[in-house]
C-alpha cells in the first residue's frame, strides 16, 4: 500500500527558532498533500493544503507566515514552524493524495505517521 | 453548516464483545465517507470508504454502514480484541464547493482484557 513518511518523529526546539517538519509520500506521485494539528484526545484540525509547485491554501486562522508550507516536488512537502512558542506544540500529521489537484476528494488520504512538536 | 459529529465521545468494553460507534453528518452534496482508526501518537489508518451508493462495507472485524437517507453513518466492531484500542475517526467528503473532507472529533475506544 502507499506509504507515507515524516520526518523527524518528536521534536524539541526552544522559544524563538524554527523548526522543519518533512512529508514523504515514499511509493507514490503527490500533488496533493495536507497538514494537520491534533492536539490531545482532538480531532485533527486542517491547517493547509499544499500543491505541488504553487503556494498552500491556509485554513482559516492558520497564520501563513507562521507555517511555512513548500511542496517542492512530487514526493515532498515540508511544514516549518517558525519563531516557534510553546502555544505551538503539539502533533502534526500530513496526509498525501495520489491524485491530480481538483478532485483529491474523491482519494484516499495516506497519513504520515506524525510528529511531535514540543516547545520549551 | 457541514458538520459531522460521532458518538460515543468514548468507550469502555470487554475484550471479546461487540460495539458499534455512530457517526451523523450535515455534509451536502455527499460524496463519500470514510471511517479511519488512529492508535495513539500514530497517523490515521484507513478502515473503510463508502459512496452515495453502498450500504454496508466490511473490513475483516469492522462492518461500516451508511444510510444516506438519514445522514447517518455506524461502525460495528466484532469480537474486540485489545488491539483495537484506539480512536476511530468519521471524515465525510463533500460539500457546496465538492471539495470539503471533514473530520469528525473521533470517538475514544478502550478495550479492557
Known amino acids: 500500500g502507499a506509504v507515507v513518511s515524516q520526518h523527524p518523529s518528536r521534536v524539541i526546539c526552544k522559544s524563538g527558532t524554527s523548526v522543519k517538519i518533512e512529508c514523504r509520500s515514499l511509493d507514490f506521485q503527490a500533488t496533493t498533500m495536507f497538514w494537520y494539528r491534533q492536539f490531545p484526545k482532538k480531532s485533527l484540525m486542517l491547517m493547509a493544503t499544499s500543491n505541488e509547485g504553487s503556494k498552500a491554501t491556509y485554513e482559516q486562522g492558520v497564520e501563513k507566515d507562521k507555517f511555512l508550507i513548500n511542496h517542492a516536488s512530487l514526493t515532498l512537502s515540508t511544514l516549518t514552524v517558525t519563531s516557534a512558542h510553546p502555544e505551538d506544540s503539539s502533533f502534526y500529521i500530513c496526509?498525501?493524495?495520489?491524485?491530480?489537484?481538483?478532485?483529491?476528494?474523491?482519494?484516499?488520504?495516506?497519513f504520515g505517521p506524525g510528529t511531535r512538536l514540543t516547545v520549551t | 453548516k457541514n458538520q459531522v459529529e460521532q458518538s460515543p465521545q468514548s468507550l469502555i468494553i470487554l475484550e471479546g464483545k461487540n460495539c458499534t460507534l455512530q457517526?451523523?453528518?450535515?455534509?451536502?452534496?455527499?460524496?463519500?465517507l470514510r471511517w479511519y482508526k488512529q492508535d495513539t501518537g500514530r497517523g490515521p489508518v484507513s478502515l473503510t470508504i463508502m459512496t452515495f451508493s453502498e450500504n454496508t462495507k466490511s473490513n475483516g472485524r469492522y462492518t461500516a454502514t451508511l444510510d444516506a437517507d438519514t445522514k447517518q453513518s455506524s461502525l460495528h466492531i466484532t469480537a474486540s480484541q485489545l488491539s483495537d484500542s484506539a480512536s476511530y475517526i468519521c471524515?465525510?467528503?463533500?460539500?457546496?464547493?465538492?471539495?470539503?473532507?471533514?473530520f469528525g472529533s473521533g470517538t475514544r475506544l478502550s478495550i479492557r482484557p
Open positions: 457517526c451523523n453528518y450535515t455534509v451536502s452534496p455527499f460524496s463519500n
Open positions: 496526509s498525501a493524495i495520489p491524485a491530480e489537484p481538483g478532485n483529491f476528494f474523491l482519494y484516499e488520504q495516506y
Open positions: 471524515v465525510v467528503s463533500g460539500g457546496s464547493s465538492a471539495s470539503k473532507i471533514i
